[in-house]
């Protein structure tokens, strides 16, 4: 079953837009690879990027990389909170002149709804020891580390990350290890011990913390700005440097509209059954199971507004996506087996419509099947929802209008609602 991207509708204010990320899968070994033939400082650089999390599984996730895997070397990547345990911390290392340098934060980065800011900085010339490397998350610099941090004697220069034999890694290393979500506005800053002021601020009506247009920095030799505008050619520089990235295992679908100021709902990898498998940034869900329920929810809810969401069903007897209502606020949703739930539900697979409550499924309504395109609509503020397919809703609904609407809910949906989905 695929789940299309569900758009969150409630979006953080800001006054610059990005339109675009670049979705890195895992399974396909996706990678961005550039910057060879040129040398650029090796004292001072900054790398800022937004990061939003795909599998999140306990495996260890590079972010970005360079060297030659042994005794040069410089990356950051999500590390593995230990057997079984989901990826938790982040780290940021360098090896240079025959010794490691590294910060590592043991903090929870597990949240698949979110869209984090990272900034890393070398600054080696920096006359504070503590000073010399440093990492930001959404504006806050992280001081608190798991592991005894070790900094760089002063002026010591980096002979991975801005050395010209050397490759910039963007999502793996050394063909290991591959990142696995988005990434957006991927910024190196040659030259410069940049702050996050340079790429973000804090929004004074949310108290959040949004991107800022950023294009306008001094890139220096070996500096990039890859923001994936181009689905075609998502490893082009947009520095003015032409310091273009080679892809492999990224297709122009890759080049998706999650992004940080347009950030979309998908399914949760860390609140769903065991036999649901969840690839392609966490929107198309595969069970192993046999002739049993397995199921897995959104990432969002919302207890307000219009949303909106599309999915295709692909394979098995059935598979079901709908809305589903919360407890109460207490961020779980109540399972089919209590008779009280109140939902809507969209099977598809046997050929039939719709469910609303916990009634039998109504054929007439939207019939739909394998391959087809089925569309939800719902306006939690007036307890209405449309379902549709292939483009055209049921009953010559318009949910823009609020008029013919395929079903409504009860007052019991005054709590919240999430995306949900299921097989058997």
Request: charged fraction near 15%; hydrophobic fraction near 30%.
């Amino acid at each position: 079953m695929t789940m299309f991207a569900s758009q969150w509708l409630a979006n953080p204010d800001t006054g610059y837009e990005i339109d675009q990320s670049i979705r890195f899968n895992e399974d396909d070994s996706a990678k961005l690879t550039g910057g060879t033939g040129q040398t650029g400082d090796g004292t001072q650089w900054t790398i800022s990027m937004w990061i939003k999390r795909g599998a999140i599984d306990g495996g260890n996730k590079t972010i970005w990389s360079a060297g030659d895997g042994s005794n040069k070397r410089a990356l950051s990547r999500f590390v593995s909170g230990g057997s079984g345990q989901v990826s938790e911390d982040i780290s940021f290392s360098v090896r240079t002149g025959g010794s490691w340098y590294e910060l590592n934060v043991h903090q929870s980065f597990v949240d698949p709804s979110a869209w984090y800011h990272f900034v890393w900085v070398w600054d080696s010339d920096n006359g504070t020891a503590a000073d010399r490397m440093r990492i930001y998350v959404n504006g806050e610099r992280l001081t608190s580390f798991s592991n005894t941090p070790s900094y760089p004697a002063s002026g010591t220069a980096t002979d991975s990350w801005n050395n010209s034999s050397y490759a910039h890694q963007i999502g793996f290393e050394n063909n290991t290890r591959f990142f696995d979500g988005y990434l957006a506005e991927i910024y190196h800053i040659d030259g410069q011990a940049l702050t996050p002021a340079s790429f973000g601020e804090t929004n004074s009506g949310t108290g959040q913390w949004v991107p800022i247009d950023a294009s306008d920095l001094t890139f220096g030799t070996r500096g990039f700005y890859l923001k994936g505008e181009d689905s075609s050619d998502l490893g082009n520089d947009s520095s003015g440097n032409g310091n273009d990235f080679t892809s492999s295992g990224l297709a122009a679908a890759d080049q998706v509209s999650d992004s940080p100021t347009d950030n979309f709902c998908v399914m949760s990898p860390i609140d769903k059954s065991s036999a649901i498998t969840l690839t392609d940034g966490n929107l198309i869900a595969t069970n192993s199971g046999t002739n049993s329920w397995n199921h897995g929810r959104g990432t969002m809810f919302a207890s307000s507004g219009k949303w909106y969401y599309e999915w295709t069903p692909t394979a098995g007897s059935y598979a079901e996506a709908g809305w589903m209502t919360d407890v109460g606020g207490n961020d779980h949703v109540e399972e089919e087996s209590d008779p009280d739930t109140t939902y809507y539900r969209g099977v598809g697979a046997a050929g039939r419509g719709v469910v609303i409550g916990d009634g039998s499924p109504d054929t007439g309504p939207a019939n739909f099947s394998n391959g087809d395109v089925v569309m939800m609509a719902i306006d939690v503020d007036t307890m209405k929802f449309w379902v549709g397919v292939n483009g055209t809703w049921y009953n010559s609904g318009d949910p823009a209008a609020g008029s013919n609407a395929t079903g409504t809910w009860s007052a019991r949906l005054g709590y919240a609602i999430a995306p949900w989905y299921g097989c058997f």
